[in-house]
């Protein structure tokens, strides 16, 4: 099924948001295991953050 022109900015949201759900899951997982945050869950919340601010500014245009 084809995505419509105005779905992809919407999806793309919610995949963004489900980025940095995991990064958040995985942060809390790897404090509570090693007492340490590590660098993947770091990276997977500021890489979702940002596309998400940047879909956000797009969705406004």
């Known amino acids: ?3 419509q022109k105005n ?7 919610v995949i963004s948001i489900v980025i ?3 990064g958040l ?3 809390a997982f790897m404090v509570i295991v090693e007492d340490e945050p590590g660098a ?3 990276f997977l919340i500021i890489t979702g ?4 601010l940047f ?3 797009k969705i406004r245009k």
């Open 55 to 57: 879909i956000q500014k």
């Open 1 to 3: 099924m084809p995505v």
């Open 49 to 52: 953050t940002a596309w998400l």
């Open 40 to 42: 993947l869950p770091l």
């Open 20 to 22: 940095i759900l995991l």
């Open 25 to 27: 899951v995985l942060l």
């Open 7 to 13: 779905q992809s900015p919407k999806i793309q949201r």
